[in-house]
């Protein structure tokens, strides 16, 4: 069982980038998932989560109306779309899946995933 992110890169204030989020190896559409980043000397903190069937999302306060999260079960995929991009949104990103079955909409705990992707670097330039 794996995820795989991918897409980040480097983008000038005010530019876009969409993270991908591949999984492997099990029922995707089973898990809540979530990106989370890291910027330097900063520590790890939810970004955007999404329920099981796309329906329920849930930002952090910094993104909200900035970045969109979004979820193909077919193609075992999450997806965050990321406008307006600010210097401050420079980080790692990372993708999670809470493996947790018991819970309705996604937490913002990182203690409630239980596995990770390898991170995608974002760098915003100013």
């Known amino acids: 069982v794996q995820l795989q992110a991918f897409g980040g890169g480097l983008v000038q204030a005010g530019g876009s980038l969409r993270l991908s989020c591949a999984a492997s190896?099990?029922?995707?559409?089973?898990?809540?998932m979530a990106w989370f980043r890291q910027a330097p000397g900063k520590e790890r903190e939810f970004a955007a989560g999404?329920?099981?069937?796309?329906?329920?999302?849930r930002y952090a306060d910094s993104v909200k109306g900035r970045y969109t999260i979004s979820r193909d079960n077919a193609k075992n995929t999450v997806y965050l779309q990321m406008n307006s991009l600010k210097p401050e949104d420079t980080a790692v990103y990372y993708c999670?899946?809470?493996?947790?079955?018991?819970?309705?909409?996604?937490?913002?705990?990182?203690?409630?995933?239980?596995?990770w992707g390898q991170g995608t670097q974002v760098t915003v330039s100013s």
């Open positions: 999404i329920g099981r069937s796309g329906a329920i999302t």
């Open positions: 190896g099990r029922s995707f559409g089973n898990y809540i």
């Open positions: 999670a899946l809470d493996s947790d079955g018991g819970r309705v909409s996604p937490t913002t705990f990182m203690g409630g995933y239980g596995l």
